[in-house]
């Protein structure tokens, strides 16, 4: 087939690669001239005036994400010399916290609570038997559960330092409105799927040399393979069995941006459409934009000599609130920069589910690394992805992936049991790449 992929994020350039080695000739369009979508390098400058390369949000991934590593060793990436390995661990400064040894599963996890510190017996045996009971029930649960409900057996300090910080990191989403399922779905695939499933996978390099470069590169070199970066696709025409867009006619058309974009095309496009596949285009154009979304800020900052006991570290939070004000501490995890390939003295500090403005979210954080890390430190960029991902909410009504014949839909929020991460955006690139004509 001849295919257009509109959008060169991590889900349509996951789609490319993989429509490319399906043997099918690829258009990969892009209205920005820089590929990645919301997982990319971005440059700053750091208080001494030295340039760094920073990325427009700290992420990490782990051992589960399999196709995400499988797609970065076809596109020539190493995973073992990108990505730092550690074991799960939520520890904080103060020693206190979870953290898992380098054992197969389950026996990581079942020694890493028998041996987290701070905690009472009372915390590590609801812990244990909430996982015993959770892997009973195949880690299945009412879709319309909640995490919070989900974990009301366990204590408070087990809530508060292990499931809400994995919950928040993974999900994005408050423990009280988060989806149980999906939960238990990361859970289960980390816990118990493929070995070292739990890993934390820091990047050592850029998120854009990370995949999204590779992947192009890849791309240009492959046979029937074309890059148009810069040019934006509006409207999507159906014509005699195909689909038409900027002058050109495709076989099958995957669109590969935000949802808020691809349901704005979509709803443009269904004008040009019959009335049968018009009303379906407007139906999922209706479930794409009843999404709501919760933002990530991640705020990098430097000190000469600034430096951290792991390269990740668990922070002590308070969510900003009304009444919080300036003792908020809203950071959940700092990450040491220095220890990760990048220059020494930068940390970068992530904030899911942040609410406020950016300077005010960056003042909390420096107060926050002063209080918890004793860091005098100097603001050098905050990055506010306002709509970094959809909120994870029970029984959300996700948008399908194929919206007509012919035209498909790709990213982390496409229908699926996965949250909106890396490894949900790659799986649904390749996804909408294998659907049968």
């Known amino acids: 087939m001849n295919v257009a992929i509109i959008g060169a994020g991590w889900a349509g350039l996951a789609a490319a690669v993989q429509a490319v080695t399906s043997g099918h000739e690829v258009t990969l369009f892009d209205a920005s001239r820089t590929a990645g979508g919301r997982a990319r390098a971005v440059p700053g400058v750091l208080p001494n005036g030295a340039e760094v390369t920073l990325d427009n949000g700290q992420h990490i991934l782990i051992g589960a994400y399999t196709e995400t590593l499988r797609l970065m060793r076809k596109v020539g990436v190493n995973p073992e010399q990108a990505l730092l390995r550690l074991p799960l661990n939520l520890r904080y400064p103060d020693g206190a916290g979870l953290k898992l040894p380098r054992w197969p599963a389950p026996l990581d996890a079942l020694c890493g609570i028998l041996m987290a510190r701070g905690w009472r017996l009372d915390d590590k ?6 996982a015993q009971a959770w892997r009973r029930a195949g880690f299945m649960c009412a879709p319309s559960t909640t995490v919070a409900q989900l974990c009301t057996t366990l204590t408070p300090r087990v809530r508060q330092e292990m499931i809400e910080p994995l919950c928040v990191s993974a999900l994005n989403t408050p423990g009280a409105e988060a989806s149980a399922q999906v939960f238990l ?5 980390a816990l118990f799927g493929v070995r070292g499933g739990s ?3 820091l990047p050592r390099i850029d998120l854009s040399q990370l995949f999204p470069q590779a992947a192009l590169n890849w791309l240009a070199l ?11 696709v509006d409207v999507i025409e159906q014509r005699s069995g195909k689909w038409r867009l900027l002058g050109h006619s495709f076989d099958r058309v995957v669109l590969a941006t935000s949802s808020t974009d691809a349901a704005r095309i979509i709803d443009s496009s269904a004008q040009h459409a019959i009335e049968s596949v018009a009303t379906r285009m407007h139906q999922w154009a209706a479930v794409a934009r009843a999404l ?3 933002a990530i800020t991640t705020v990098y ?3 000469p000599s600034a430096a951290l006991p792991a390269p990740m570290l668990s922070l002590r939070c308070t969510p900003v609130t009304a009444t919080s004000g300036t003792t908020a501490a809203p950071a959940q995890f700092a990450f040491d920069r220095g220890q990760l390939g990048g220059p020494a003295g930068l940390l970068a500090f992530v904030v899911s589910a942040s609410q406020g403005q950016r300077t005010e979210l960056q003042a909390q954080v420096l107060r926050q690394a002063r209080a918890q890390l004793g ?3 100097q603001a050098v960029q905050t990055i506010v992805e306002k709509r970094a991902t959809f909120a994870c909410t029970p029984a959300l009504a996700r948008p399908a992936m194929e919206v007509a014949a012919g035209l498909l839909a790709c990213g982390d929020y496409i229908l699926g049991p996965y949250p909106a991460t890396l490894e949900g955006a790659v799986r649904s690139g390749i996804g909408a790449a294998l659907v049968a004509p």
């Open 199 to 201: 890993n934390l996978l």
């Open 301 to 303: 900052a430097w000190a």
């Open 375 to 377: 860091l005098e430190l």
């Open 185 to 189: 779905r990361v859970l289960r695939d």
């Open 125 to 130: 045996l609801a812990l244990l038997r909430a």
């Open 222 to 232: 492959a046979k029937g393979s074309a890059i148009r970066l810069g040019e934006r």
């Open 292 to 294: 709501r979304f919760e």
